[in-house]
């Protein structure tokens, strides 16, 4: 089992910068891929990013390419999102998801295993 706790979410006004946090606790062999997700109201659940800790390699979602930052401290216990220039069209509420190890898995939700309760993000222009 994992267990997984967001923070750092708030309001914040376009082009301003939030940083999300995610304590985990668990094996380690589930959470080999650590993400960040988000879902706005009326829409689908949607990849931002995520590591592979097996690999160590990094994907983004184009959305927030360049603007958002994932990482990971070296205890793997915590996962950030630092977001920066932020647009209203990020008002979400955010999630942290873990998977197991095995095959490679991208930034679709539902490869994902393990989920946190969400934080969420709120934009304004």
């Known amino acids: 089992q994992v267990q997984l706790v967001e923070s750092g979410g708030g309001s914040v006004q376009a082009g301003g910068s939030l940083r999300l946090s995610c304590a985990a606790s668990?094996?380690?062999?589930?959470?080999?891929?650590m993400g960040w997700f988000r879902q706005a109201p009326g829409k689908e659940r949607q990849g931002v990013a995520r590591?592979?800790?097996?690999?160590?390699?990094?994907l983004y979602a184009d959305s927030v390419r360049g603007r958002f930052t994932i990482s990971l401290d070296n205890t793997k216990s915590t996962l950030y999102l630092q977001m920066n220039s932020l647009k209203p069209e990020d008002t979400a509420m955010y999630y942290c998801?873990?998977?197991?190890?095995?095959?490679?898995?991208?930034?679709?939700?539902?490869?994902?295993?393990?989920w946190g309760q969400g934080t969420q993000v709120t934009v304004s222009s």
């Open positions: 668990g094996h380690t062999y589930n959470k080999a891929f």
């Open positions: 998801a873990t998977a197991p190890g095995g095959l490679w898995i991208g930034l679709h939700p539902t490869k994902y295993s393990y």
């Open positions: 590591i592979n800790t097996i690999a160590n390699d990094i």
